[in-house]
């Protein structure tokens, strides 16, 4: 089974503060995602990335940057956490871009309170 | 732009109770289709896929979906929904940029 895995389930941050998000997959995906997911807005796309040092803005991408060093390894940070940015965060990695192989595989997600 | 849109947001049922759950998208071209399934505490998971060939697809725990190309959706459906059923589930499409375009989410409560 491939396993997304992200390293915090909850996290308390205060307004200002430089966070980082980290998630990891075991499957040797090509393309990594970070969404936020909201009650009612269901999961929108922060940020992807098809490749190592590689990354596309998704459609809400302000405030957050992205950081892809290793293959496995996909890095969210908010720069300046702010209160709008409370959020669950989830993270997912599929092996294709396209076609029948791109079905995405979701981290459990990390519930982010920013005080 | 790609969106998708589901049309209940809260649905609550009875065990033994039919389920159907719309979604309807818009996008122009060609499209691959999914429902996820979230139940509580656990993570998101593929519940079916559609990308070709058979409208009507099959998935786990017995749901189905079915892809009416001209009506532009995607409903899924079960005929007799478990009280384990309970959960949140989301529609979501993609066309040739490979992004996933998500509905808002439909949570289903079912009674014992």
């Known amino acids: 089974d491939v396993k997304v895995t992200q390293s915090s389930r909850y996290l308390v941050k205060r307004t200002g503060e430089k966070v980082f998000l980290e998630c990891v997959q075991d499957?040797?995906?090509?393309?990594m995602f970070w969404y936020r997911q909201d009650p009612g807005l269901g999961l929108r796309l922060i940020y992807f990335?098809?490749?190592?040092?590689?990354?596309e803005k998704g459609d809400i991408p302000e405030g957050y940057s992205v950081s892809r060093e290793k293959k496995e390894r996909f890095s969210l940070i908010l720069e300046s956490a702010s209160t709008n940015q409370t959020s669950m965060y989830l993270c997912?990695?599929?092996?294709?871009?396209?076609?029948?192989?791109?079905?995405?595989?979701f981290g459990a997600g990390t519930r982010l309170s920013v005080l | 732009a790609q969106s998708v849109s589901q049309h209940n947001h809260h649905v609550i049922l009875s065990e033994a109770a039919s389920l159907e759950l719309g979604c309807n998208y818009s996008?122009?071209?060609?499209?691959?289709l999914f429902w996820y399934v979230q139940y509580p505490g656990q993570h998101l998971q593929l519940l079916l896929k559609?990308?070709?060939?058979?409208?009507l697809v099959k998935g786990i725990k017995g749901f189905e979906a079915e892809f009416i190309k001209s009506k532009f959706s995607f409903n899924l459906r079960k005929p007799s929904v478990q009280w384990s059923d309970t959960a949140e589930y989301f529609c979501?499409?993609?066309?040739?940029?490979?992004?996933?375009?998500f509905g808002q989410g439909t949570t289903l409560q079912v009674k014992p």
């Open positions: 997912a990695s599929a092996l294709s871009w396209t076609g029948p192989k791109n079905i995405q595989y």
């Open positions: 499957m040797d995906h090509e393309n």
């Open positions: 990335s098809y490749d190592v040092k590689m990354k």
């Open positions: 996008y122009g071209g060609t499209v691959n």
């Open positions: 559609y990308f070709s060939g058979d409208p």
């Open positions: 979501a499409v993609s066309g040739n940029t490979g992004k996933l375009i």
